[in-house]
């Protein structure tokens, strides 16, 4: 293997007054983190004190002040002060002053990727409405990282028993339909199932996709996007070797256990897809797809209503910082062993898989 070195993990503390910092300390108080990574967090000084002081058994977790990720040093935690240091530490609330903060840690970190110091990002949750102004004009970590990479990612819900990537992301239910498309669709299965390949290991990866409305539609009777946008974009997608099915209706879907036989699941809108997953996979892990960056996120909010009180758990976290490091390394593996590829061949012999085929594959899933 070509990468074996311990990789720079930049960690963006998210908005102060929630778990983020509480998380990521509790995160990096094992040591056993750094034989991983070289933590490099990019928030408060002060908030990290705040934060440590009501943390049990943390005595021992301190922070090393640098300019940016290329003066950290292994087996420590790194922190780049993205803050003034006398800022008030609001617990529990959103305030202008830690919507600051959590943008400039961003912008902190992106200049440290851009710089090639950073191998990973693993971002804290931020409040999108502190956030939301002239200098973030974005609803969240995925589009703000589409406009800086210049990409279109699919954000991936991901456990050990469970992966849901997101047809929309951050809508009005109320414009979920109108932003639903044959094209856009294709675009995440194509995305998704290229990650599950080169990310994740997955060979030949099978994937369920979600009806929109209740029942499927019920033929038309609850909604035409299944016949007019889904279906067409599954069928589109497997004639291109991708392994699509459905749609699904999704109630019955998730009740009956169905999803166990698939990869993973395009969900057409964010609770559609979320709710199950983290009534499913507590301690999941948000994944951007499609990137020339690794990043991550736990699964959880800023949690004001716990945030202080050390009832924050922090094991979501820890598998975002293991898992961009298994994404990291399963890229080089795969980019290594596909530099000089053999002539493919077929796995069975007879004639190729098409469309028409799709019912009766599905049905033998």
Not at 60 to 67: D, E, M, T
Not at 128 to 146: C, D, I, Q, S, W
Request: with cysteine; proline share 4%; net charge negative.
């Amino acid at each position: 293997m070509s990468e074996n070195r311990v990789l720079r993990a930049g960690i963006t503390a998210g908005d102060l007054g929630g778990v983020g910092t509480e998380v990521i300390i509790k995160a990096l108080a094992d040591s056993r983190i750094y034989d991983n990574i070289i933590p490099v967090v990019y928030g408060s000084a002060k908030a990290f004190a705040f934060y440590k002081r009501g943390i049990e058994g943390v005595e021992n977790f301190s922070v090393s002040l640098v300019q940016s990720a290329a003066e950290a040093a292994p087996k420590r935690v790194n922190l780049v002060e993205c803050g003034p240091e006398d800022i008030r530490i609001d617990v529990g609330r959103a305030t202008a002053e830690s919507g600051a903060v959590a943008v400039t840690a961003l912008q902190k970190a992106m200049e440290d990727i851009d710089a090639g110091d950073l191998d990973l990002l693993i971002t804290a949750p931020i409040n999108k409405e502190n956030v939301h102004g002239e200098k973030f004009p974005y609803t969240g970590h995925t589009e703000f990282l589409a406009a800086e990479r210049e990409g279109e990612p699919v954000m991936i819900m991901c456990s050990e028993n469970l992966r849901v990537a997101l047809a929309t992301i951050h809508l009005p239910v109320s414009e979920v339909s109108a932003h639903l498309s044959q094209e856009g669709i294709v675009h995440t299965l194509k995305v998704l199932n290229s990650s599950l390949i080169e990310d994740f290991g997955v060979v030949a990866p099978r994937i369920a996709v979600l009806a929109l409305n209740p029942h499927a539609g019920d033929g038309g009777l609850l909604g035409r996007e299944e016949q007019e946008i889904i279906k067409p974009a599954i069928e589109e997608a497997f004639g291109e070797k991708i392994l699509a099915f459905g749609p699904f209706a999704a109630d019955g879907f998730f009740a009956s256990g169905a999803w166990k036989k698939y990869d993973a699941v395009v969900a057409m809108y964010h609770d559609q897809g979320l709710t199950p997953f983290k009534t499913l996979s507590p301690d999941g892990v948000n994944y951007t797809a499609g990137l020339d960056i690794v990043r991550t996120s736990p699964d959880h909010g800023t949690g004001y209503d716990i945030a202080g009180s050390d009832k924050a758990d922090a094991q979501s976290m820890r598998n975002a910082i293991y898992m961009a490091t298994d994404v990291y390394r399963n890229r080089q593996r795969y980019a290594e062993m596909s530099r000089n590829p053999l002539r493919h061949y077929e796995r069975d012999k007879g004639r190729d898989v098409s469309a028409s085929d799709l019912p009766e594959i599905e049905e033998a899933l």
